[in-house]
Nanobody, 120 residues
């Protein structure tokens, strides 16, 4: 059974930091690209950051470039999102995603989300 479980969200003041974690199970974690998405109230879900499988360059949305860092620990089946210099506009539910492109189909798994609120 595939599971992605996010943790680490919460309430933080502007300028503060949070570290999100996503623990994966039920699939070959190292074979999947891992991403963080977010969805703010009334807005569409947007891609925040991606880290490919087995090394490679990470990619970030322009709005978080230089403030957020995605990383992965394949031995622990976990992906992280370090968020620094948080702004009120970073407030959203953050979702972990695992993706692998197979020969005939795409495999996509999602976590349940964790709330991040940036407010004074």
């Amino acid at each position: 059974q595939v599971q992605l479980v996010e943790s680490g969200g919460g309430l933080v003041q502007p300028g503060g930091s949070l570290r999100l974690s996503c623990a994966a199970s039920g699939f070959t974690f190292s074979s999947y690209a891992m991403s963080w998405y977010r969805q703010a109230p009334g807005k569409e879900r947007e891609l925040v950051a991606t880290i490919p499988s087995r090394g490679g360059s990470t990619n970030y949305a322009g709005s978080v470039q230089g403030r957020f860092t995605i990383s992965r620990a394949d031995a622990q089946n976990t992906v992280y999102l370090q968020m620094n210099s948080l702004k009120p506009e970073d407030t959203a539910v953050y979702y972990c995603n695992a993706m692998r492109a197979g020969w005939t189909r795409r495999y996509d798994y999602w976590g349940q989300g964790t709330q991040v609120t940036v407010s004074s």
